[in-house]
């Protein structure tokens, strides 16, 4: 595969551009087919399901385009553990879903919301532990090499912080598809970076966070050629 351009303004410029004409309500498309428990509520509902919003992370690593992630800590309550982007349940003061996104990665991984160009919004979607999770999209503008994330991440809510290039989240072989099932529904997701005997490692990507990795991919990487 050929080199990626590094991110920057003007590229980011387009996938916003590209999102806001191609994308349902000028939201880049998720998934098409989600199973009954990952619908978004019916209306009446929605006042009693919780939100969060997630900062889905492009970056640059050495001049390298790449997708951020987090590992949960282990002693947080839900999802203990589990690899996902920076993000959190939205507080009546964010005056915005970008907003929640912004301030859960400044108090997560340290990074200051004026480092950070919002692109475009996400499909939301409902996930399987009852909540609404609004995908922002953006770029964080300092390149990411040799950043000390041990000393500026929070302990209490992030065990570890790392990248993956996306050339080779997009690479044959680096992804594969795997079925989940939740109270009898079943659903085929993508899983990236199993181990070699194929089981899932500690950095391995799946869940919904795979399910948004696979949306936002081809959007990036057709911009950045």
Known sequence: MSRLTPLKESICARISKSILQGGEHSRLLITDRLPRDLHLKKTAKLKETREAAVLVSLCNVAMVPSLLYTVRSSTLRSHAGHVSFPGGSIDVEDESVEATALREMHEEIGIEPKDVRTIGLGQTVF?????????????????????????????????????????????????????????????????????????RGRETIWGLTAMITRAVLPEVMRHCH
């Open 127 to 199: 996930a399987v532990n009852g909540m609404l999770v609004h995908p922002v999209i953006g770029w964080i503008k300092p390149d990411l090499h040799g950043v000390n994330w041990e000393s500026q991440s929070s302990p209490d809510e992030v065990e570890s912080v790392f990248t993956r290039p996306l050339h080779l989240l997009a690479a044959p072989g680096y992804s594969s598809m795997e079925t989940l099932s939740r109270k009898g529904v079943s659903v085929d997701m993508p899983v990236y970076g199993l181990s070699e005997d194929g089981s």
